[in-house]
């Protein structure tokens, strides 16, 4: 191995690089590359030997990448809401909700999650009792909504009693049903 390709070695591993360096490089990356921005930026995130409003930032930063995975593709939008759900949980649960950034807001969150569902609780649970029977399409719908909805045990706790709230509790129990 020679020492040009050692030296270059720290600059390829994102998860060295600092806030401004990787939100410089989620600008111009595309594709697997914003896919490893995202990964790096969360892990940071989740470290927990940094401040707390730190790692708000890198879970900002995660969410950009995960986000910009959504230009140019169609192909890819459940994985990127469900990525972007869970991490918002996360957020929300490990470092506390703060509703003046809707990225952080319980409600908001809630709001962005049942408007990529298209099923209610009650047509999900009836299409999922006969399942095996389906067309491939409803079966992969059915199991959107599952992967969409995997966060919801935990942000059910974050909001006050109310319709809302009713609506989570019946897709926690809706979920399970799904295949």
Request: net charge negative.
């Amino acid at each position: 191995m020679s020492s040009d390709a050692h030296r270059e070695e720290p600059a390829r591993d994102r998860s060295t690089w600092t806030l401004d360096q990787l939100q410089t490089f989620i600008h111009d990356a595309h594709s697997q590359q914003l896919e490893t921005a995202r990964v790096a930026a969360q892990q940071q995130a989740y470290n927990a030997c940094h401040p707390q409003e730190v790692r708000r930032q890198w879970a900002k930063l995660s969410l950009l990448a995960n986000r910009r995975m959504l230009d140019n593709t169609e192909g890819r939008s459940a994985r990127v809401a469900q990525q972007d759900f869970m991490l918002r949980t996360w957020v929300i649960d490990q470092l506390g909700p703060d509703d003046t950034d809707p990225d952080w807001s319980p409600e908001a969150l809630v709001s962005d999650t049942l408007d990529t569902l298209t099923f209610t609780p009650t047509q999900a649970a009836g299409l999922a009792a006969g399942w095996r029977g389906l067309p491939i399409e409803q079966i992969r719908e059915l199991r959107r909504h599952k992967n969409l909805t995997a966060h919801l045990d935990s942000l059910v706790g974050h909001l006050a009693p109310g319709p809302v709230r009713e609506r989570l509790v019946a897709w926690t129990a809706t979920r399970p049903l799904l295949p």
